[in-house]
C-alpha cells in the first residue's frame, strides 16, 4: 500500500517562485545591524556583487546602499537552473542625529559589506557633576 502525503503549501511555494522570478526592479538587500558599544555594526549581503559597482551614499540622514550582480555568461549553453539572480540590489537607512557621519567606513569581503557606524561624541553618555556653592560643576566623559 503506498501512502501519500499532501502539501496544502506546495503548489503555492512554486507559484510564489515563478512570481519573484518575474520581479522586475531592484532586490532588498539583507542586513543584520547590531549596536557594539560606541558604534553601531550594519552587515549587507551582497554575494557575488562586483565590488566596482557597491556604492555607498549619504544624503542628509539617508544612507543608501545599493550594488549591481551581472549575470553569468554561458553563451550557447542550456540553463537547468538559475536561482542566484543577477540585477540590482538597494537599501535604504535614515540615520539619526546622534552618528558621527564623517567618520563611516565601510569593507567587501566575501560578499559581505560592513559598514561601521560610529555614536558621535556628543550623543555618548557622560557624568555631570554636582556642584555645591562652594565647587563649580564639572563634566567628565
Known amino acids: ?10 503548489e503555492l511555494d512554486r507559484l510564489a517562485s ?18 557594539d558599544g560606541d558604534r553601531y555594526l550594519l552587515n549587507a549581503d551582497l554575494p557575488g556583487a562586483d565590488p566596482g559597482s557597491i556604492d555607498i551614499d549619504l544624503d542628509g540622514h539617508v544612507l543608501t546602499i545599493r550594488a549591481e550582480r551581472t549575470p553569468a555568461a554561458h553563451d550557447g549553453a542550456q540553463w537547468i537552473a538559475q536561482e542566484r539572480r543577477a540585477g540590482s540590489y538597494v537599501r535604504q537607512f535614515t540615520l539619526g542625529d546622534g552618528l558621527d557621519t564623517e567618520r563611516i567606513s565601510a569593507t ?3 560578499g559581505v559589506l560592513s559598514l ?8 555618548k553618555p557622560r557624568k555631570i557633576a554636582l556642584s555645591t556653592a562652594d565647587e563649580p560643576a564639572s563634566i567628565t566623559a
Open 116 to 123: 561601521v557606524i560610529p555614536v558621535s561624541e556628543r550623543a
Open 1 to 10: 500500500m503506498n501512502s501519500m502525503t499532501f502539501d496544502p503549501f506546495g
Open 18 to 35: 515563478g512570481l519573484t522570478q518575474l520581479r522586475t526592479g531592484p532586490r532588498a538587500v539583507p542586513v543584520d545591524l547590531v549596536k
Open 108 to 110: 567587501y569581503d566575501n
